[in-house]
């Protein structure tokens, strides 16, 4: 292996353990507070 083919192995494995997770923990709430912050400008908005 090369030392390019190793990074990309650790770079996939990163993303697949770390990443990932993340994300999918993070979204929802994120779309959870651009729904609310929406739904206050509506409000404000009349």
């Not at 990074?7 to 929802?28: F, K, N, R």
């Amino acid at each position: 292996m090369t030392l390019r083919d190793n990074a990309l192995a650790v770079s996939a494995t990163l993303l697949a353990t770390v990443i990932e997770p993340v994300t999918d923990a993070i979204t929802p709430a994120l779309a959870e507070a651009f729904a609310s912050t929406a739904e206050l400008l509506r409000h404000l908005a009349g």
